[in-house]
């Protein structure tokens, strides 16, 4: 074997040896379970799967519900909304404003959903009694997961408020202006 | 003599005339494993695949999806704007708005996924 080879070989399993200590680390970091934990999950893993299948059917049925209702607020109410008043040569550009933040705001929640349920079928998919720790960090993160959709769900609600406030103020003014001509 | 002249004649064949079946058949089977991954790979990455509940997981469900939307009734872009046409307005947006503000979608405390509503910890959560 000549030097070249020699060393390309060596090289080979430096890096494989360095890549598995890397991950073996990154793994030991990004766990904080502890030894009494793992025995929790390990006596808790069928009714925690249990758990976890039930909240996924009930998450999708929450998603596609909802997200039909928000989307229909947006294209069959807001924009429709918008239109009128801008037909009617009045100022609609708050009612954009929201309409808009409402909008990206959807935008959020289908990609975060996405994101979630994918993770939360990993987490499901995860052997809880033979892997407790990767079931704790997989769960973990279809959390983290879960709290940003909430967040979404929350920006939704807010900016339906903020049209709705929006509205009555629309209203006064209009009212207003007839009442002064 | 004449054995030795057809067996010249089968080995000039080019092997793409030998095995066109075979080849016809891999073929196929390729091209539809690459049509099958594209659209497993839509399905995966455009969100379709959250929203079919059709899925083996999601049969205990699946009845109480809402089919259509009958009662989603839409605003008309066309027309005055005066106290009735916002008056009609309000309506429709206040019957939409109170339905998704009767449950906490995606909520709870603690959080359905924390430690300790999976039995995982007692007091910490996630």
């Known amino acids: 074997m000549t030097i070249f080879k020699k060393l390309t070989v060596i090289s080979l399993l430096s890096a494989i040896l360095l890549s598995l200590i890397f991950i073996a680390s990154a ?3 990004s766990s904080n379970v502890t030894d009494q934990q793992i025995q929790r999950i390990r006596e808790n893993c069928l009714s925690a799967k249990a ?3 039930q909240l996924h059917a009930s998450d999708a049925l929450l998603r596609v519900n909802r997200g039909q209702i928000y989307e229909s607020i947006s294209i069959k109410l807001m924009s429709k909304f918008n239109g009128r008043v801008a037909n009617n040569g009045l100022d609609n550009s708050t009612f954009v404003s929201v309409t808009n933040r409402y909008n990206l705001a959807l935008d959020d929640f289908r990609s ?3 994101k979630y349920e994918e993770h939360l079928s990993a987490a499901i998919a995860v052997d809880c009694l033979k892997q407790p720790v990767s079931f704790y960090d997989a769960v973990s993160v279809a959390n983290s997961d879960r709290i940003k959709v909430h967040s979404d769900i929350t920006k939704l609600n807010q900016a339906i408020d903020q049209y709705r406030s ?3 103020q629309f209203e006064n003014n209009l009212l207003a202006d007839k009442e002064s001509n | 003599m004449e054995a030795n002249k057809t067996n010249s004649i089968y080995d000039d064949r080019s092997f793409k005339d030998r095995h066109s079946f075979l080849l016809f058949i891999t073929g196929s089977i390729l091209v539809s494993t690459v049509i099958v991954v594209i659209s497993m790979t839509m399905y995966n990455g455009s969100g379709a695949a959250q929203l079919d509940l059709s899925r083996p997981g999601y049969v205990s469900v699946r009845s109480q999806a809402i089919e259509g939307e009958s009662d ?3 605003y008309s872009s066309v027309g005055t704007m005066d106290k009735e046409a916002i ?16 449950v906490d979608a995606f909520g709870g405390s603690p959080s359905p996924l924390s430690p300790v509503s999976l039995g995982i910890d007692d007091q910490t959560a996630l």
């Open chain 2, 72 to 74: 989603f009734q839409s």
């Open chain 1, 112 to 114: 975060h959903y996405i």
């Open chain 1, 27 to 29: 793994r030991a970091v």
């Open chain 2, 87 to 102: 008056d009609s307005f309000k309506k429709l947006f206040d019957k939409q708005s109170k339905k998704l503000k009767a």
């Open chain 1, 51 to 53: 758990t976890l299948k």
């Open chain 1, 166 to 168: 929006s509205l009555t």
